[in-house]
């Protein structure tokens, strides 16, 4: 299984980015997927996940602002970011759970910056 993560970048406060992961491999798309983030001198923390069925969850610090969402068929996880932050600045990994195996894919670079 792989996890391909795109869609970082540099924007400034109040603007919005998408970023994607692409899963491959013996995975199923509804499995479990998550995005998690790390920014410079921090542990990597929780953003959002959703799981079989569609529900999600979110870190308080996103919620309202970020969406995770999901194509099963693409087998593909898109987490679309809103009035971004400075603080969101991070290196945002994208994550996957299936049948008792987790899965990591590389980070997507996100710079929110004036």
């Known amino acids: 299984v792989q996890l391909q993560a795109s869609g970082g970048g540099l924007v400034q406060p109040g603007e919005s980015l998408r970023l994607s992961c692409a899963a491959s491999g013996s995975i199923p798309g509804s499995a479990l997927m998550a995005w998690y983030r790390q920014a410079p001198g921090k542990q990597r923390e929780f953003v959002a996940r959703i799981i079989p069925g569609g529900a999600t969850n979110y870190a308080d610090s996103v919620k309202g602002r970020f969406s995770i969402s999901r194509d099963i068929r693409k087998k593909t996880v898109y987490l679309q970011m809103n009035s971004l932050k400075p603080d969101d600045t991070a290196v945002y990994s994208c994550?996957?759970?299936?049948?008792?195996?987790?899965?990591w894919g590389q980070g997507t670079l996100v710079t929110v910056s004036s």
């Open positions: 994550y996957a759970w299936t049948s008792g195996t987790e899965f």
